[in-house]
């Protein structure tokens, strides 16, 4: 089966081989084959048995594990919770598709364990990319998901060549707008998706009860944004939702919230968690 996923990975990725550029020395990726990719400087990078590339040029030991990914899975992908959220990036990648070559090519930076990238280009005219540099999400997300193109690697240190994509997704995670800028085509697409004020208030009400939060005020992301690309909109979405006890211990573990929570307070959260709340808002830019 892994030999079979690594074959299927490279047959993926051989049309779509000029994307990519060495992440060590920048140049042109020559070869592809079920092993392995190679750079014209004969730097490689391997597949790995769930059929990803691992394209990482430095150690990353972060708190993402297996259990956190597994949590996401069961919310993004068995649930309806994030239903309105993966309705509207449709909507805007759909937009950006009828106007554009096709297919377009889709980056989703920060894909954890891919739910999110899957669903929301379904059913499109579009390639699917996903990169996280958490490996255990990765690895998930190959195993699952065969009809997108996955890598572990580093926004800092990327794989794509310059100007190659169509659209940039970024969902709940952190950004690096000057590489987005650089692998985006002109007129290319950043959708970023930030949380707002009441977003899993009920989850942070039972997790960190009497802690102070970090301020990260949203005027100033937002502006951020703007100093890179062209705001064409803004979309807020808001909504709560009643929770069954079978998404409950999911909920709990799905976000970092739980890191610097006890055993306690996650079971205790787990039981009496009956209702969640969506508060996010979808900035969409042109490059």
């Known amino acids: 089966m892994s030999i079979q996923r690594r074959e299927r990975s490279a047959a993926l990725l051989r049309p779509y081989i000029h994307m990519l550029h060495c992440p060590l020395c920048h140049h042109e990726l020559a070869a592809v084959n079920a092993d392995s990719v190679l750079c014209t400087a004969n730097h490689t990078f391997d597949y790995a048995r769930q059929g990803y590339i691992n394209v990482l040029t430095r150690p990353f030991n972060g708190r993402y594990d297996k259990r956190l990914f597994a949590a996401k899975r069961e919310v993004w992908s068995r649930t309806g919770l994030y239903a309105p959220l993966v309705a509207v990036l449709r909507e805007q990648l759909t937009e950006h598709a009828l106007r554009q070559r096709e297919p377009i ?68 995670s ?86 610097h929570s006890s055993d306690d307070q996650l079971q205790q959260a787990s039981h009496t968690l009956s209702q969640i709340t969506i508060d996010v808002e979808i900035w969409t830019g042109a490059k």
Request: charged share 20%.
């Open 174 to 259: 952190p950004s690096n707008y000057e590489e987005f800028m650089r692998i985006l085509q002109p007129g290319g697409r950043l959708i970023k998706v930030v949380p707002r004020k009441l977003y899993l208030t009920e989850l942070r009400e039972r997790l960190h009860s009497g802690r102070i939060e970090r301020s990260n005020p949203e005027h100033l992301s937002l502006e951020r944004f703007k100093e890179h690309f062209k705001l064409t909109s803004r979309i807020p979405l808001t909504y709560t939702l009643q929770v069954d006890e079978a998404v409950r211990a999911a909920l709990v573990h799905m976000t970092p919230l739980s890191w």
């Open 105 to 172: 090519h889709v980056l989703d930076a920060g894909a954890g364990e891919g739910s999110l990238l899957q669903q929301v280009t379904q059913h499109l005219p579009a390639v699917g990319w996903g990169m996280d540099i958490a490996k255990e999400g990765i690895a998930m997300a190959s195993s699952a998901y065969d009809s997108q193109i996955w890598m572990v690697g580093d926004l800092a240190c990327s794989p794509f060549a310059d100007q190659r994509l169509d659209a940039v997704i970024n969902i709940l």
